[in-house]
């Protein structure tokens, strides 16, 4: 009796190697593409209403900034998954430090949307606030 070796135990441990790696990058992938959507810097213009003044700041996500009598806090912003029509939004939270009244802590918190900034808009007297993008 000829005796014959097994080849398909061998071509079934190619595709099983195979489909791990496929299993794997396809992951690895989808991981690293919701990765690039999360910045850690906020950037937004400031408009000083009364000197007619604008001012690009860059917010590091979770410190707090002091510009004139507001404290800006960016807490999280995201970029769009789709290019054709980008969109970028940031949480972000504003107090007004002339404002002593223990009521009414945030003059602004909230989502804020830099295609249309009338959805959830920020009412100040004095300064203008508009989300510019996500990094």
């Known amino acids: 009796m000829e005796l014959k070796k097994n080849i398909k135990v061998g071509k ?3 595709n099983l190697l195979f489909l791990n790696f496929i299993f794997i ?3 690895s992938y989808h991981s690293n593409s919701n990765e690039n959507l999360e910045g850690t810097f906020t950037d937004i ?3 000083d209403k009364i000197s007619s003044k604008n001012k690009l700041i860059s917010l590091k996500n979770g410190d ?3 510009f004139g009598d507001l404290s800006i806090k960016s807490m ?3 970029n769009s998954e789709f290019d054709d029509n980008p969109e970028v939004t ?3 939270q504003v107090r007004d430090l002339t404002n002593k009244d223990n009521n009414e802590v ?3 918190n909230g989502w804020m949307f830099s295609s249309s ?3 959830n808009p920020f009412d100040h007297p004095v300064y203008d606030i508009w989300l510019v993008k996500c990094y």
């Open 76 to 78: 999280k912003c995201k």
């Open 106 to 108: 945030f003059v602004f």
């Open 90 to 92: 940031a949480y972000i």
């Open 64 to 66: 707090e900034l002091v």
């Open 12 to 14: 079934n441990k190619f």
């Open 25 to 27: 990058f396809f992951f």
């Open 45 to 47: 213009k400031i408009l």
């Open 117 to 119: 900034p009338s959805i």
